[in-house]
């Protein structure tokens, strides 16, 4: 038998309920979405957003692994917000939807911390 439970507002959210979810820069302009989560298998913690932009119909999209510190939930406009212009985005590390970063190689992860002036979620580099 089930019963209809209020439940009370948190800060939680089911990790597939992210994915699909925009990301948006700070005065609202779609940058593209989440296509999936990094989620360092020892620690928990959510290390990397993949963001998904550009292409059409998955053809020619690019994938930005973003260190998770970068991104900020927007309330109002129901998305993740990421304060990145153009620029930055053509230049940041990347690579095609039909290829994989190479998430063993430590020097490559340590090159999106640098870029993004963020510490590594494991610690110094």
Same mark, same amino acid.
């Given at each position: 038998?089930?019963?209809?439970?209020? %439940?009370?507002?948190?800060q939680?959210?089911?990790?597939?309920?992210? &994915?699909? %979810?925009?990301? =948006?820069?700070p *005065?609202?302009?779609?940058? /593209?979405?989440?296509?999936?989560? #990094?989620?360092?298998?020892?620690?928990?913690?959510?290390a990397?957003a993949?963001?998904?932009?550009? /292409?059409?119909?998955? #053809?020619?999209? *690019?994938?930005?692994?973003?260190p !998770? &510190?970068?991104?900020?939930?927007?309330? %109002?406009?129901?998305?993740?917000?990421?304060?990145?212009?153009?620029?930055?985005?053509?230049?940041?590390?990347?690579? =095609?939807?039909?290829?994989?970063?190479? !998430?063993?190689?430590?020097?490559?992860?340590?090159?999106l911390?640098?870029?993004?002036? %963020?510490?590594?979620? !494991?610690?110094?580099?």
């Open positions: 038998m089930m019963t209809d439970v209020m %439940t009370k507002p948190h939680l959210i089911a990790s597939d309920r992210v &994915e699909g %979810t925009a990301v =948006r820069r *005065n609202g302009d779609r940058i /593209g979405h989440i296509e999936r989560l #990094m989620i360092d298998k020892v620690s928990g913690k959510v990397y993949i963001l998904s932009f550009g /292409g059409f119909l998955g #053809m020619g999209t *690019n994938l930005l692994p973003l !998770w &510190e970068r991104l900020t939930y927007n309330t %109002t406009f129901e998305a993740y917000q990421l304060d990145i212009d153009d620029e930055e985005l053509k230049r940041a590390p990347s690579f =095609r939807a039909d290829k994989d970063f190479d !998430w063993g190689d430590r020097s490559q992860e340590a090159e911390h640098r870029y993004y002036h %963020t510490p590594p979620y !494991w610690g110094a580099f």
